[in-house]
């Protein structure tokens, strides 16, 4: 003779999961107009004006720094300190001005879908 068993089916008397499927969303289409906002000319003009300042500021720290270091003929050496420093000045100034530049296309696009009214 065999036991029966004591334990709970948790799944529906249908025999299929517990638990009701759910259909996959679909994202709404985005309108044209918001697709890519970007940020003005002035905006992106003064950007890539500041990437360049930093890139010689950075080329003066680079050359002053592999001058004091190095003594004698070190033509080479002051040369990869200054492209060195001017790169790196660059580049730094370069990520801040593309995050500045996001965050003021972005913030123009969130206004814009606000109304005009709204602050």
Not at 29 to 46: E, G, I, Q, T
């Amino acid at each position: 003779m065999r036991a029966r068993s004591t334990a709970v089916d948790v799944r529906s008397r249908a025999g299929g999961p517990y638990h009701r499927r759910i259909a996959d969303p679909t994202p709404d289409p985005l309108p044209p107009d918001a697709a890519a906002p970007l940020p003005s000319p002035l905006a992106r003009a003064v950007a890539a004006f500041l990437i360049v300042v930093a890139g010689l500021c950075g080329g003066l720290i680079g050359y002053a720094v592999t001058d004091l270091q190095c003594d004698g003929d070190c033509g080479l050496l002051i040369g990869i300190g200054t492209l060195l420093g001017a790169v790196i000045a660059a580049g730094g100034v370069a990520v801040v001005a593309v995050l500045a530049l996001r965050a003021m296309a972005e913030w123009d696009s969130v206004q814009e879908r606000r109304g005009p009214g709204a602050t």
